[in-house]
């Protein structure tokens, strides 16, 4: 993509090189662990694993927000170790059929922030078993062959979280506003019903008050 690193395209390739990244930056930051692939893909090896959350374990002052589609696969790999709790874990939810499946393996695990990136979303997700769930995202699709995020699935989504006390954030309506138009990212905005949700879990207030010990 002419970007250093991705060189392979989305081929997968272990960055090593950047796993003291973190280590250098004294700010607390919030980072989002591979935005571009899949920590838990089958073709990253359980050992390099590891060494991702060794640098997390090594960086209290920041935040790591890791999203997998391979739910089962994270679960397996906490079944005999802890989570640090500057990790939080969480799962994309597209849909019903391939999505919300993928919640059960998330609850299996313990850790400080387990959470739902229900982004895009393209099909009404309908009800969703939010116990123990302690932050959603929502947002719709954006690019050339976006799909409607239609609004019903937003609200369901927004009032089931205010119901169960969930931190709601609504990302973006992406190529298509709450009124089925077509339109610009930018140009459809992230409001619903006329406001903004931009909830965070509790813990993200601590980003302010300097880092902490992780286990």
Not at 157 to 170: E, K
């Amino acid at each position: 993509m002419g970007t250093p690193g991705y060189e392979n395209g989305f081929a997968v390739t272990l960055q090593p090189g950047r796993l003291a990244e973190p280590l250098k930056r004294h700010k607390p930051t919030i980072y989002f662990v591979n935005s571009m692939s899949d920590l838990f893909h089958e073709q990253v090896p359980f050992d390099y694993v590891t060494r991702v959350f060794n640098t997390i374990r090594a960086s209290p002052q920041h935040e790591f927000q890791i999203l997998t589609k391979r739910a089962e696969r994270m679960a397996r790999y906490f079944a005999t170790r802890d989570v640090p709790k500057n990790a939080w874990l969480g799962v994309s939810i597209e849909n019903k059929k391939h999505g919300v499946p993928r919640i059960a393996p998330l609850m299996q695990i313990r850790a400080a922030i387990r959470f739902l990136s229900v982004e895009p979303l393209i099909d009404d997700p309908g009800i969703l078993p939010l116990r123990g769930i302690n932050w959603v995202i929502v947002g719709g699709e954006s690019g050339n062959g976006a799909r409607r995020l239609h609004i019903d699935w937003a609200r369901s989504v927004r009032d089931q979280c205010l119901a169960n006390r969930v931190p709601f954030f609504f990302k973006q309506w992406g190529a298509w506003g709450p009124d089925g138009v077509r339109r610009s990212k930018k140009a459809n905005g992230r409001l619903l019903d006329g406001r903004t949700w931009g909830d965070f879990p509790q813990s993200i207030d601590r980003l302010r008050k300097g880092p902490r010990n992780v286990d």
